[in-house]
C-alpha cells in the first residue's frame, strides 16, 4: 500500500449517487416546477418509486440517514396518511401511460409499519400508478422488527429483493453504534424470506465502524459469505457528526485511520472475491449469476440515491418526508421535517421544497461522473455523439489530467479515459476533477476510502 498515494487520494468527496449533489439543491425549484416536470411524463417514461418511512425503534448512532426514534406506532400512521395523500397527489399528475419498473422501500426502517398497513401501501400504490409486468420491488430490513405476520405481508406485497442491514456482527462494535444484531437473528430473516419465495437478498457491511479491525471484520465477512447472499454491499462509515448529531456518541478516537480504513476495505473485498463474488464498482459484490452482475459486464449499470443498481427508470420518484426525485428534467427534494412535511401535503398533495433543473452541461457531467462510478472509463466517441461539441471541454479536462497524473492512476489512450487498477480504490476523488459545482464551498462530503 503506498501510504502517500493513500493520503493524497482520500479527501472528501460526494459518493456521486447524483449529479448535481444534494448541497447544491435550491428553493427555486417548487411544488409549481414538481407539477409541470409530472405532467410531461408519458409514454416514453418507465418510473422507479421510492418510499421513505422515516422512523426507527432504535437509533442506530452510525446512520446518517434521515429518520427518527419512536416506540409508539401512532406517529408512524399519521405519517401513513399524509403518505397516502402525497401519493394520490402524484399519482393524478402523472400519465397513465408512464409505466412503474421498480419500487423501493428505505428508511428507516420499513419493516415497522405493521402488516395491514405494509399491504395497504402497495394497494394505494398500486391504485394511482400503473404497475408494468413483473416490477422490481426491494425492501431494507431490520430483523429486530421482523415476524411472521410481517414476513407474510412482505410477500403478499411481491417483495423481490430483501436488503438485510448487517454492519458487523462483533459485540464491542455493535454496541458502540448501538445495533445490536446477532448472527442468528440475520440468518433467520435470510431463512424466512427464502421461504416465502424470495430468491434475491442483498446484505450490507460497514468497515471504518469504532473500534472494528480487520480481525473483527474478518469474522463478519465470513459469516456474512456462509448467509451466501446475492449480493453484498461494502460501504465505508460516513463520519459526519456536523449533520448528524447522534454520530457524535460515537468516540472519534475509536475511529480507525484512513490506512486502517483502506486495509479493511482491501481485505473484505478480497474475502468476497474468493469466494465467488464479482466486484461492482467501488463497494458492491454479486453472484456471476446475478443481474447487477451481467449489468455491468454489458455496460448496462446504472447509480443513483440506493448505490449501484439494474433500473433504467429515466424517472425515479421519491415519496415521503426527505425523499428526492429524478426526472428527466432534473431534481426535486421533499421537506425533511416529517412534521411540516405531513403539514404540506394536508394543504395541497405534494412536499417539494427545493431542486435543481439539469442545464445541457449537466446532463453531460452527470453521464461522465456516473460512467466512471460504473465503468471505471470514459469512451469520448461515444460521448461526442451523445453531446456533441459539448463534450470538448470534458475531453481536454480528461486529456490534462491523464498528461499530468505522475501517480498512474488514469491513463488516455486515443478515445478511452481510463481509471487503472491503482486508481480504482479513488474513483470518486477522479470523478470530482469534473464537478463544475464541487468548488463553491457548499457541503461537506465523508473521506473518499
Known sequence: MNTELLHKYSGAVPRYTSYPTAPHFHEGIDIGTYRRWLGDLGHRNRISLYLHIPYCDRLCWFCACHTKHTLKYEPIAVYLEAFKREITAVGALVSPDAVVSAVHFGGGSPTMLRPEDMVGLMDCLRGHFTFGLAPEISVEMDPNDLDDGRYDALAAIGMTRASVGVQDFDDKVQKTINRIQTFEQTQSVVDA???????????????????????????????????????????????????????????????????????????????????????????????????????????????????????????????????????????????????????????????????????????????????????????????KHRFGKASHSVRAQAQHFAATDRDKVVRFDADIFAVTEAGKPFVRNIAAIFDAYLGNGRGRHSVAV
Open 193 to 383: 424470506v427464502r421461504a416465502r419465495g424470495v430468491h434475491s437478498v442483498n446484505c450490507d457491511i460497514l468497515y471504518g465502524l469504532p473500534f472494528q479491525t480487520c480481525e473483527t471484520l474478518e469474522r463478519t465477512v465470513s459469516q456474512i459469505v456462509s448467509l451466501d447472499p446475492d449480493r453484498v454491499a461494502l460501504f465505508g462509515y460516513a463520519h459526519v457528526p456536523w449533520m448528524k448529531k447522534h454520530q457524535s456518541m460515537i468516540p472519534e478516537d475509536a475511529l480507525p485511520g484512513i490506512a486502517e480504513r483502506y486495509r479493511q476495505m482491501r481485505m473484505a473485498g478480497e474475502m468476497l472475491g474468493q469466494a465467488g463474488y464479482r466486484t461492482i464498482g467501488i463497494d458492491h459484490f454479486a453472484r456471476p449469476a446475478d443481474n447487477l452482475c451481467r449489468a455491468a459486464e454489458a455496460g448496462e449499470l446504472r447509480r443513483n440515491f440506493q448505490g449501484y443498481t439494474t433500473d433504467t427508470a429515466d424517472t425515479l420518484i421519491g415519496l415521503g418526508a426527505s425523499s428526492i426525485g429524478r426526472l428527466p428534467q432534473g431534481y426535486v427534494q421533499n421537506m425533511v421535517a416529517t412534521g411540516e412535511y405531513q403539514r404540506i401535503v394536508g394543504e395541497g398533495g405534494l412536499a417539494v421544497v427545493k431542486g435543481i433543473e439539469l442545464s445541457e452541461d449537466d446532463h453531460l457531467r452527470a453521464h461522465v461522473i456516473e460512467r466512471l462510478m460504473c465503468d471505471f472509463s470514459l469512451d469520448f466517441s461515444d460521448l
